[in-house]
């Protein structure tokens, strides 16, 4: 597994995407000026406060794989602490507060997944984020920085060769996603309604059920509310 550390990069996604095409290099930088996640929304990356960390892998065209690597850092956050859990499409919570999102994009050589985890932020460093966000080290979580990068990195792995090979299964979204089975709120651009929840898809998509009518909803579009 090779890592490469730097001190300070625009995005550690944008980053892998000018190096050359090296299955499994991972990419770590210690601050971000321009960390951003899903639908353009800016990531908070200050100087060590944070893992921030890109994955270049080999291209793979499944419409869950976005979904699925929220399996791979949920995996590694878990070896820390069992109250982990995820938010659909790929988010990591812990007691309703987000600590961890992953920003997954493709060119025409490579698939890239940004991963950005809060590590030391106190909490008032957090109170002014859109949605109620934590640290590891505001929940009192203990961590090895150099070891968590090393589980993740072979957890991503791991992950991309199931997904290469066909063996991951949405149900293991499903399992560590409390929104399963509960009703939820749907945001879309001219709309908000309440559905419930049913399960994962083999594209990915969120099953809901909505006064008996069954949709799929892509994270591209929609924002649930509710966990």
Known sequence: MEIVFLEEVDSTNDEAKRLPFKHGLC???????????????SWLSEAGKGLYASFILERLNLPIVSVAFGVAVLKTLKELDNRFYLKWPNDVYIEGKKVSGILVERTKDRLVVGVGINLSYGKEGLQNLEKPATSLSAEGIEFNYNTL??????????????????????????????LIGREVVVVRENERFRARALGIDTDGALIVERDGQITRLFSGEVSIRGV
């Open 149 to 178: 990068i090393k589980s993740l990195h072979k957890n991503v792995l791991e992950l991309h060769a199931r997904l290469k090979e066909g063996s991951f299964n949405p149900r293991e979204f499903e399992r560590e996603c409390p």
């Open 27 to 41: 990419v770590v930088a210690r601050k971000q000026r321009a960390g951003r996640g899903r639908r353009g929304r």
